[in-house]
């Protein structure tokens, strides 16, 4: 943000003073192109983390928001991205779990991948390889992620030939 309050953008062209309208819409641009150039990096993993915004709507039901710089980042993300998950505390039945089958009943700390979901928690997952709640191990998770992109390279090979 630092960057785009000294960017002529981020001035206003009639009095010269500085817009932070103008600021935050050079940032969202800039976030976002940075994004798209991210998106198609070929094989290579590339993890985001980030903080979640919980607040009660006026309807009275809770709502998560990605803690982002601007609005245009946190709106976008999720179509750019191929995976959202988040880590948070579970009570559930670790007989409906076959991860956590050694755990017990209570709380447990675990990733929740897939939405909609019992909890209004943001989540996605474009690879279909993803459990609705995942062991909170990032290695094992992008394992799984990657053993589907590699069944399905050799598919798209044979079509292009």
Same mark, same amino acid.
């Given at each position: ?5 000294? +960017?002529? /953008? ?10 932070? @309208?103008? #600021? ?16 198609? %990096?070929?094989?290579? $993993?590339? *993890?985001?983390?980030?903080?979640? /915004? ?16 601007? %609005? ?12 959202? *998950? ?6 559930? /039945? #670790?007989?409906? $779990?076959?991860?956590?089958? $050694? ?6 700390? =675990? !990733?929740?991948? @897939?939405?909609? &979901? ?11 390889? !993803?459990?609705?709640?995942? =062991? ?9 992620? $990657?053993?589907?992109? #590699? =069944?399905?390279?050799?598919?798209? +090979?044979?079509?292009? &030939?």
């Amino acid at each position: 943000m630092g960057w785009a309050k000294t +960017q002529p /953008d981020a001035f206003s062209l009639r009095t010269g003073r500085p817009d932070p @309208r103008g #600021a935050y819409g050079l940032l969202g641009r800039e976030v976002i192109g940075l994004l798209k150039h991210v998106q198609h %990096a070929p094989s290579k $993993n590339v *993890i985001f983390v980030g903080g979640l /915004d919980h607040h009660i709507d006026e309807f009275g039901r809770e709502v998560f928001e990605l803690q982002t710089e601007g %609005a245009k980042t946190g709106a976008e993300l999720p179509y750019i991205v191929d995976q959202i *998950i988040t880590m948070s505390d579970f009570d559930f /039945d #670790a007989a409906t $779990n076959t991860w956590a089958h $050694n755990l017990g009943k209570g709380a447990h700390r =675990a !990733l929740c991948c @897939r939405s909609p &979901n019992p909890w209004g928690l943001p989540a996605g997952d474009r690879s279909g390889q !993803l459990d609705l709640i995942e =062991a909170p191990h990032l290695g094992r998770l992008i394992e799984k992620i $990657n053993r589907s992109r #590699a =069944a399905a390279e050799p598919l798209q +090979q044979t079509k292009g &030939n």
